[in-house]
Structures are given as C-alpha cells and as structure tokens.
C-alpha cells in the first residue's frame, strides 16, 4: 500500500477545516500544525476562529429573531468575546471574572446573562453596577438582596431558572433538567412560584421571563421540544395566577457535538424549526404572545473549533494495555479524567507504515486517572518525540484547566486564513510563583 494511504483520515470530529497532508502533517484553517508545534511547542490549544464564527451565524440562522448568548464558561478570552460579539451574539457568564473579561473588552453589558446558582453580594453588585442586560434568579434568598442594589428610579432585568424536571445529557455530572440537582428552582416544590411572586412584588426588579436549561452534551432535539413546551405552560400559568404575560423564554444551553467519528452533535437546523414551532404552537393554544426565544450554546460553538496538540515522551507496555504518555493530561485535558469522556487522537508529523494498535493515551500528572482518550488507535510504532492531535477540544479544556503538579497552562493559538496568532500566551513557571508570596 502506498503511504500516503496511510496518511491520516480527518474529517467529522475534527473541524472541517482540518486536513491531512502528503508528508503526515495535517493543517487547520491553512495553518500546519507541525509549524504550529515548532513555533509556540507543546501542550497547545488551537482554535479555528472562522469556524467559531461559522457556528455563530448557524445559530442566528436556524433562531431568527431570538437571542443567541454564548456561555462564556466553555471557553473565553479577550479575542473570543470580540469574536462572538462582532457575529451578534451575546454573552451569558456565571462569575464575577468572566463578566470582568467581558467588560474588559468593551462587550455591552445590556447583551449579559449573569447566572449562577451562588452568586456572592459582590457578584451581584458588579452585575447590577455594569448594567448587565438579564439576572438570572437562582434561589430566592438572593431576590431581596438582589432588589436591595438596584438604585432608586432603575430596574433590574431578571429571569427565574425553574427545573423543568427533564432528565437529558450525556453524564450525570452534567445533568441539570432534573429535580435532584442544585440548579434551579423546583416546581413540584413550588419553589419556583414563590420565586417569580417575590420576583413581581420587587419594584427594583422587572420579571423578563423563564430560564430553564437540561444539561450538557445533549443531542436529541426531544427533551429541549418537551422543555419548550412545558415551560410555555408554566408562563401561562403566570399569567392566570398574577395576570402578566412575560415576553422572554431562555431555554439555556447543551447542545451536543460530535467527539468521536460514529457521534453526531444537536442537528441545529431541527433544533432551531422544532423548538419555536412547539413556543409558537404552544402559545397560540393558551392564548400567550410568543416570548421571545434565547438559547445559551457554549459547547457547540467553540468545542469543534478546537484541538489540542501535544508531544509523546514515553511509551510502556503494560500487562493489559500500552500507555501513550504526552506532555500534558489532565490539567489541560480534565473532561476524561472527570466523568470519562471519550476523544478522538491522531498522530501527526510523519507517516507511518505500521499498521493500527489500540493504546491509552495518558498524561504526565501524579494520579491514574489521569487520561486523555482510554481508546485510541494510533500507529504501532508511535515513540517519544512524536506529536498527537486531539479533536474537538475547544471548550471546557482551556477554561478548565488546572496548575495541578505546577504545571502551566497551556497557550491558546487561533489560526485563520493561513496565519497563526497567540490568543492567550502559555503561562511560565514565573506566572505560578508570583502568586506564592512566600513565608
Ligand atoms: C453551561 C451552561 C450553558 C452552556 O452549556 P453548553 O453545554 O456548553 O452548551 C448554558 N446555560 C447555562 C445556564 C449553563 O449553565
């Protein structure tokens, strides 16, 4: 067989932008990763900014006339907030440092969501003080305390976060739709009743609308089409129990993507069609003008845009399986460590004639859970010094990576249209000890 046969297979998880090429290597966006290696080493993240803004406009077009906010958690820096903000979409941020990055970068506050499920009174200040555009309520201690920091003649936009008691998403540590978690307030309960009362009688607050949203790595349209239904019903029931119909319905975030070949993400142009047919139908039939639609994806539009590249420095056979050791884990890698998510990898920089053997693809951390992908196929003759790929790392890697063993994290670099730029700069062992200020 020719070699180049051998050379490496991309497509679906990687970005489509991705290729292989005659000599191993393999680009993003025009830019080779092998070049990349050289010049900014590894473990590095790369992102294809064409394709995060392609994914922006795919949201804006399957929603028209809604509110598409970014969860910032999945994965934010100063070029990515200008990124999102310059194809029209808003920001939802769940901390005092996200919202500070955001506003750092000029991001109007009137396109925020503040969320989170304990705020800090500073939280909420600097949220009230920037003008965020929505507060979402989260427990109904901080209704007062919220209403407390609204200045005289103003008011402060809130949304009230219900469970919808729908169980979806592809971990249990990454379900939120269900009763026993700590999102939310609970409508079996009537937590959520008594949330939007105490909401209404504030005269500093002003009730938007609902929240709900059901988890992470959710493919199936299913569970948002029941979500978007039953929270419908529940602003129906506002309106007959305090004669107010509120105009916004956030059906938050989740939408999965592919990580590994066999996988498909949330087919978005369904999602978009499903969910305000179900608003619209729903609505005509209770006699409610149609709130106005905001959806929350963080995942599906940074994930796919990224990958992470990191260098082979040892390889051991063990008595069951063969352990691939690179040059980063699960201080950048977290999500496999955490509740076992699988990742596609291959090897690039060379090619191979050696046929496919399964291998475990770990890092250098001092615990041994500290994987990458527990199922990888890569060339039998991988040794040190080779490089690996990993697919689809563009969110919750970099905004959940971790100093563990002192580490530094890793830098982020966008390429586009051929060039490559930092974004984020690898943070050295000087940014670790500044912070350690001694006896
Ligand atoms: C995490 C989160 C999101 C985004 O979730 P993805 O799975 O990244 O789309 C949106 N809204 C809320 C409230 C969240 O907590």
Redesign the pocket.
Known sequence: MDVLDRAPVLGAPWAPSMRSLPDGDAELAGVSLMEIVRRFGTPTYVLDEAEVRRRCRAYRAALPNSDIMY?A??FLCRAMASWVRSEGLGL?V?SGGELALALATGFPAARIVF?GNAKTPRELREAVDAGVGRIVIDNLAEINHLAALVPAGRRQKVLVRVIPDIEAGAYAAIR?GGEDQKFGLSMANGSAAEAVHRVLDQRGLELAGLHC?LG??ISEVEPYELAARTMVEQLARIRDTRGVALPELDL????GIAYLHDERGLDLERFGATVRATVEERAAGLGLPVPRLII?????ISGPAGVSLYRVIAIKRGVRRTFVAVDGGMSDHPRTSLYGARYATTMIGRLSTAGPRAVTVVGHHCESGDTIAEDAVLPADIRPGDVLAVAATG?YHHSMASTYNLTCRPPVVAVTGGQARVVVRREDQDDLMRRDVGL
């Open positions: 969860a958690k999945a939802d769940c969320h939120t949203h992470s790595q938050g975030g989740g939408h929350e994806p963080g995942r599906a969110a």
